[in-house]
């Protein structure tokens, strides 16, 4: 018996694939109808497949908790999310414009200052942002670009309209999860990933390796990604963008400054490196500079970057702009820098530092989202309507302790999207990152990944939550 979605509940939420009146959404046409050509025993023994793919082939993520690390294959879902043309057309364009306005917002911020004499963002709200460091005053990076990589998160509500939830500057993570579930769209649903016309993502790393030559500004360059280690979470994608690349993985022991220049280890001798795409936090990057305690950094690098004689991608200091509470005025950002709207617009955002929003997270604590300022992985946040009165009180004392730290945000019905279950398809949430790169030009990959949070009725999407992931297609 083959699976109709005649039984499929959208309930009250935005489903990428299935609208209100049990049709398919635009560009979802080829893929609900293979799906109905199957039955759920071939359904479910498709999902067992791509599991099976993805142990054999070790992509892991590492949990930490107070009993230590747990190495887990990351969970799957093999129903892809679709976005059509037009839509992406829209989403691309948006991010162009974040990119280039945050850019421009970091090489000000940490010079001129213009935003902050302009009395756009408070000074006190900049100053006090943990990722804003005072080492990088003065600086401007190779190429002037900050943030070389970026992965943005985007959320949908039951009004159909795409949201920036969060902007992750640093050293944002999941690309290779986005490039295996296509992997395994392509075992699975080779047919209609054709027939959909789907645009093709296999570039990322081909991509990523021209931003990095380009910053480093020399003909042929020596160019590395430097991971904490094999314990850190994500540190299978650290192997495998350097694998995808072509070019050395090395962790604080393989490099050393001498004489100005960053070395690296080899059987040859030491050779000099060039661009150091980095999957480490600022603070951790040079205990000379930054934090004495670090074990995992190169002690001097930071004065080789401004010496102009190494590129550091992400630079230093772009935390700043990923701060959540910075992340609230974004689009007045864009408005200084650019003169322009946001085209994507923010998730509505209280900022507690403000008295007035103050006074309404305090009343309001139970119908909010409440997330500390530099906090990731879906730690450090209430969600409101899901927390006791207990955590209520203590979310409200700490948000008093430090007002400064908080923001708050409606609770937003994330949109759904069919998983395969075993006793058939049910619409999880789901959220969005595309990955976006900085080089001579921004390039928007087309595609990203789609995190789902996989427990039932969960908001909470980070696969160390217990998310997963699916395959996003973008139609020509």
């Not at 479910?44 to 887990?72: C, D, H, P, W």
């Not at 990589?149 to 969060?166: A, H, K, P, Q, Y």
Request: aromatic residues 10%.
């Amino acid at each position: 018996m083959t699976y109709d979605f005649k039984h499929y509940q959208t309930e009250d939420f935005f489903d990428e694939m299935i609208s209100p009146d049990n049709n398919s959404r635009v560009g979802n046409h080829f893929l609900k109808d293979r799906i109905e050509k199957l039955s759920l025993n071939e359904l479910l023994t498709k999902q067992r497949a791509a599991e099976r793919a993805m142990i054999s082939a070790g992509i892991t993520f590492n949990v930490y908790s107070e009993e230590g690390g747990t190495e887990r294959i990351i969970p799957v879902d093999i129903i892809p999310r679709v976005i059509d043309s037009s839509e992406w057309n829209r989403l691309e364009k948006g991010l162009i414009q974040r990119i280039t306005a945050l850019n421009l917002f970091l090489q000000d911020i940490y010079n001129q200052q213009k935003i902050l004499k302009d009395k756009v963002i408070p000074r006190e709200i900049i100053e006090s942002s943990k990722g804003f460091l005072n080492e990088c005053k003065g600086l401007t990076p190779p190429k002037k670009v900050w943030i070389h990589i970026t992965g943005t998160d985007l959320i949908r509500g039951n009004d159909g309209v795409f949201r920036v939830l969060e902007d992750n500057l640093r050293c944002p993570s999941g690309v290779s999860y986005m490039l295996e579930n296509r992997e395994l769209s392509k075992q699975t649903f080779p047919d209609v990933l054709s027939q959909s016309s789907v645009r093709s993502i296999s570039e990322y790393p081909a991509k990523l390796l021209e931003v990095l030559r380009y910053i480093s500004g020399r003909p042929d360059p020596t160019v590395v990604v430097l991971t904490p280690g094999i314990y850190n979470s994500a540190y299978f994608e650290h192997s495998y963008l350097a694998q995808q690349m072509g070019v050395e993985l090395v962790d604080y022991r393989d490099l050393v400054v001498s004489g100005d220049y960053v070395k690296m280890r080899t059987t040859k001798g030491f050779k000099t490196v060039d661009v150091v795409y980095r999957r480490i936090d600022d603070t951790f990057l040079d205990p000379l500079t930054f934090n004495p305690h670090s074990l995992i950094g190169i002690p001097g690098i930071f004065d080789v970057y401004k010496k102009g004689n190494i590129a550091l991608a992400n630079a230093p200091g772009t935390g700043v702009a990923d701060d959540k509470v910075v992340y609230a005025y974004v689009p007045r950002i864009i408005k200084y820098y650019l003169g322009e709207e946001a085209i994507i617009p923010n998730v509505d955002t209280y900022i507690c530092g403000e008295e007035d929003s103050l006074k309404y997270v305090i009343e309001n604590i139970a119908d909010l989202v409440v997330k500390e300022a530099n906090e990731a992985g879906g730690y450090g946040m209430l969600i409101g309507p899901k927390a006791t009165k207990k955590e209520h009180n203590l979310f409200k004392k700490r948000i008093l302790a430090n007002p400064r730290n908080y923001i708050a945000q409606p609770t937003i019905s994330l949109s759904r999207s069919p998983c395969v279950l075993e006793d058939g398809l049910e619409g999880r949430h789901v959220d969005l990152r595309p990955y976006i790169l900085y080089g001579n030009g921004i390039h928007v990959t087309p595609g990203g990944l789609t995190r789902v949070a996989l427990r039932k009725g969960s908001l909470v999407v980070n696969s160390s939550q217990g998310g997963g992931s699916k395959d996003t297609w973008v139609l020509y």
